[in-house]
């Protein structure tokens, strides 16, 4: 009896103490700095919705299973990786995501970006808001990218496995730069373009995503003239005359009745990347992603250029 006694003061003490000073009983709050100020979460989010590709990717890669995601189709053809999980809700158009739907998910997180179509307000009566801006003008890509990467992993307590993957995302882009190097020769400039149609062409400069990713592997970039806040120029040909002395990857998914008719094109055959046969083609990826689409897009570039140029 004297034995359950003393076990009984024991927890009422402990209740007391827990009482008395709040730490013992609850977690300090995350707090994370976004576009709208501060977002105070009582405790890592666990059910996240996603209403922007990159950050569906980043929280996959981050090792949780999105519960709700937009656009997840379109998704499929043109981030590709890494796969989407099984089990979560479409949300429909990025620009304006099903409330019903999102409400049914019953998430804990919602991540989406300033300049969607659906309010903040909106979004904030089903659960918290991070709003994360992903393109400024006056901001390299990539480095906007890992300070969104960092602040999901904070959202989400996987800091340590954000850290972690950072960490290797900087290996691997040290050893593709070397690589890329190595095999394009000395002096070369790359030039990444895509083919809006057979007379259009986007042209990526220093502060897109795949403009600063190539910074961050010491590869260079040969276009250096006005880019729009997503850091490509758009027009014809003539865009990319000037650089024509560099070497050209363009990337997909893109037509080939349109790749037909650019090919085919005399403006085309004239460019000397064309006439030096350093035209290379790199596979689907997501120009206008976060940090696990940069670690892509330095992975398939070197494996393009090592493999030869497009035939």
């Known amino acids: 009896m004297k034995t359950i006694r003393a076990a009984f003061r024991c927890l009422v003490l402990c209740i007391g103490l827990v009482a008395v000073n709040g730490t ?32 569906t990717e980043t929280v996959i890669e981050l090792g949780l299973s999105p519960v ?10 043109w981030v590709a990786e890494p796969k989407l999980p099984d089990g979560f809700v479409d949300l429909g158009q990025r620009s304006s995501p099903n409330l019903e739907a999102l409400r049914a998910a019953k998430p804990d997180l919602i991540i989406t970006i300033p300049d969607i179509g659906m309010s903040y307000e909106k979004l904030s009566e089903i659960a918290p808001v991070l709003e994360l801006k992903l393109f400024d003008e006056k901001r390299p890509a990539f480095e906007a990218a890992r300070d969104v990467f960092a602040k999901i992993a904070k959202a989400t307590g996987r800091e340590a496995e954000g850290q972690a993957y950072l960490a290797h995302v900087d290996a691997k882009l040290a050893e593709y730069g070397e690589r890329i190097r190595m095999a394009l020769g000395p002096d ?17 400069g220093g502060t897109s995503l795949p403009g600063s990713v190539m910074a961050a592997m010491n590869v260079p970039m040969g276009f250096t003239g006005e880019v729009n806040k997503w850091g490509f120029a758009r027009g014809g040909l003539e865009l990319i005359a000037p650089y024509a002395e560099g070497s050209v990857v363009y990337t997909n998914p893109v037509p080939d009745t349109i790749l037909e008719k650019m090919f085919a094109s005399p403006m085309w055959k004239f460019m000397a990347f064309t006439r030096n046969n350093r035209v290379y083609e790199l596979p689907v990826v997501w120009m206008y992603g976060g940090v696990p689409s940069s670690l ?7 494996e393009s250029i090592e493999n030869g140029p497009h035939r």
């Open 296 to 302: 892509r897009f330095a992975r398939l570039l070197t």
């Open 188 to 204: 070369q400039k790359l030039n990444v373009i895509y083919f809006f149609d057979e007379s259009t062409i986007g042209i990526f």
């Open 68 to 77: 709700a995601v937009a656009d997840p189709q379109d998704y499929a053809d």
């Open 24 to 55: 013992y009983a609850k977690a300090d709050p995350i707090r994370i700095e976004h576009e709208r100020g501060i977002l105070e979460l009582p405790a890592p989010a666990k059910r996240v919705a996603t209403i922007n590709w990159s950050f």
